[in-house]
């Protein structure tokens, strides 16, 4: 709800998504209702981080980066103010 907020107030989004868990917890319904809200949203991301240690997750947002509108960028837990600095840039 609060990008969608978000979106509707400023029309473009700045997102940090810090994902700490192994893949046999994460959530494939989770996964599945980030993938809507990014497409809901599609031409309106300006800067997205994602912040995790497990190789999968870079993976995955290495493969969905090119569909998306905006920067990607994946961080390192260790990264995570980097990342916050980042994505709190203003928008492009």
Avoid: C
Wanted: hydrophobic share 40%; aromatic share 16%.
């Amino acid at each position: 709800k609060r990008v969608d907020e978000v979106a509707n107030e400023y029309g473009r989004i700045n997102f940090l998504v810090l994902l700490e868990t192994d893949i046999e917890n994460y959530s494939v319904g989770a996964f599945i209702n980030y993938l809507k809200l990014s497409f809901r949203h599609f031409n309106k991301w300006n800067h997205m981080a994602i912040v995790s240690d497990q190789q999968w997750v870079h993976k995955a947002y290495d493969i969905l980066s090119p569909l998306l509108h905006g920067e990607l960028r994946g961080y390192k837990t260790s990264e995570f103010e980097a990342a916050r600095k980042w994505v709190s840039e203003p928008f492009n």
